[in-house]
Nanobody, 123 residues
């Protein structure tokens, strides 16, 4: 099983940028489509972005399309989320997880999540 550690969150003003990282342990990292999710206070966790196993294809939630970019480095077992033009509504705890299938918007493991990384965007 892959273990996940997210980092890179923080407090930023609206319009600013942050880059999140997800470190995944395990030799099978490159065999998974990977994704980012987020959960705002009082709301359910939602899909943000996904990237296929070789990084050749990416897909996004409509709310972040054009502002966020997902990427990965299979040699380092890392997944990134570059977030630009941040808005207060992007405030949430961000998590990474393998996806249930290619182009899926659902996590492979709904009962296993890392500790997440807090992103707070002030207006």
């Amino acid at each position: 099983q892959v273990q996940l550690v997210e980092s890179g969150g923080g407090l930023v003003q609206a319009g600013g940028s942050l880059r999140l990282s997800c470190a995944a342990s395990g030799r099978t990292f490159s065999s998974y489509t990977m994704g980012w999710f987020r959960q705002a206070p009082g709301k359910e966790r939602e899909f943000v972005a996904g990237i296929t196993r070789n990084g050749g294809s990416t897909y996004y939630a409509d709310s972040v399309k054009g502002r966020f970019t997902i990427s990965r480095d299979n040699a380092k077992n890392l997944v990134y989320l570059q977030m630009n033009s941040l808005k207060p509504e992007d405030t949430a705890v961000y998590y990474c997880n393998p996806m249930s299938s290619t182009y899926s918007r659902y996590p492979l493991w709904d009962d296993y999540w890392g500790q997440g990384t807090q992103v707070t965007v002030s207006s």
